[in-house]
């Protein structure tokens, strides 16, 4: 089976903005607060970078035609945070999913549209219900943390998106951050 992402290994280059942001990050989840809040400050430290010219380099901003890319710009040598840069080709989205930790995201080109899920015990299985269409743009930012965190992402516009994602876990050794990859018939 092929993976739905293009991943790139670790990126062997980091801009001296992107060096700072990772400090910034650092100094957020070491603080060692609960998952919901270290995701909400760092989403704090996040902002001010997105949209900036001199955050990633020229490589890290490569699409892929078959699917959206996601390149590894950080993974903290403890495994306690990683930051990717996604890359959404139009038309390029995710499957319904949640996380294996707390994420930020947030959008430092272009715009992602998110449907938003709750699971619903349906009897003895359960249903997706929709509860928020989302429009991110540039520099919009969203902080989540399991449960709670199911959604589907897409690029509808018709240049590329690029957004920045911090996962409280080592995505350079698992490979991706999504947990759980839902089939179950959805609502809306």
């Known amino acids: 089976m092929t993976s739905p992402i293009a991943a790139t290994p670790t990126a062997p280059r980091t801009t001296r903005r992107l060096g700072a942001l990772v400090d ?3 100094e957020a989840v070491g603080r060692g607060l609960p998952p919901e809040l270290t995701a909400y400050l760092v ?3 996040l902002a001010p970078y997105l949209g900036a010219e001199d955050l990633l380099t020229e490589e890290q901003c490569q699409g892929d035609p078959e699917r959206y890319r996601q390149h590894i710009l950080h993974a903290e040598r403890d495994g306690s945070f990683s930051v990717v840069a996604l890359v959404w080709l139009p038309g390029q989205a995710t499957s319904v999913h949640d996380h294996v ?3 930020v995201t947030g959008v430092h080109r272009g715009e992602e549209s998110e449907r938003r899920y ?3 015990p349906d009897g003895t299985t359960a249903r997706l219900v929709a509860t ?3 429009v ?3 520099g919009d930012v969203a902080a989540f943390a399991p449960p709670g965190d199911i959604h589907r992402v897409r690029n509808a516009g018709t240049c590329t998106a690029q957004s920045l994602h911090i996962y409280g876990a080592d995505i350079s050794r698992l490979g991706t951050s999504v947990r759980r990859v839902y089939e179950l018939p959805a609502d809306r």
């Open 136 to 138: 991110n743009r540039r």
């Open 43 to 45: 989403g704090e430290r």
């Open 101 to 103: 930790s707390w994420c």
């Open 24 to 26: 910034e990050i650092r």
């Open 132 to 134: 928020e269409d989302v």
């Open 118 to 120: 709750r699971l619903v």
